[in-house]
Nanobody
Framework: VQLQASGGGLVQAGDSLRLSCAASGRSFSRYVMGWFRQAPGKEREFVGAISWSGGSTYYADSVKGRFTISRDNAKNTVYLQMNSLKPEDTAVYYC??????????????????WGQGTLVTVSS
């Protein structure tokens, strides 16, 4: 599986941005898909995940109510809609695929494939 994240950019606090992650290779619809982010000088952290069907999602407390993950299995794409962005949301955002897909709150090491990351910068 190859993942290609896109959609990052420079926005102001309070703005919205939508990231996309296009997948190619093995059956996309069989994977739990997750979004992670890594701010400068910090460890990579979980943002949210979506089940293979798209029927269930799970978010980190820091983004709950502001970010929404969705997927379109026909297009092999997962999205991260980010609203009410804050300067502390500044990070490189990564999409990842979990083939086992046993749980939406799986730890980072459970993810099998990673995209290259897209930078989101939120100015105050």
């Amino acid at each position: 599986v190859q993942l290609q994240a896109s959609g990052g950019g420079l926005v102001q606090a309070g703005d919205s941005l939508r990231l996309s992650c296009a997948a190619s290779g093995r059956s996309f619809s069989r994977y739990v898909m997750g979004w992670f982010r890594q701010a400068p000088g910090k460890e990579r952290e979980f943002v949210g995940a979506i089940s293979w069907s798209g029927g269930s999602t799970y978010y980190a407390d820091s983004v709950k109510g502001r970010f929404t993950i969705s997927r379109d299995n026909a297009k092999n794409t997962v999205y991260l809609q980010m609203n009410s962005l804050k300067p502390e949301d500044t990070a490189v955002y990564y999409c990842a695929a979990d083939f086992k897909g046993l749980r939406l709150d799986a730890p980072i090491f459970e993810y099998d494939y990673w995209g290259q990351g897209t930078l989101v910068t939120v100015s105050s």
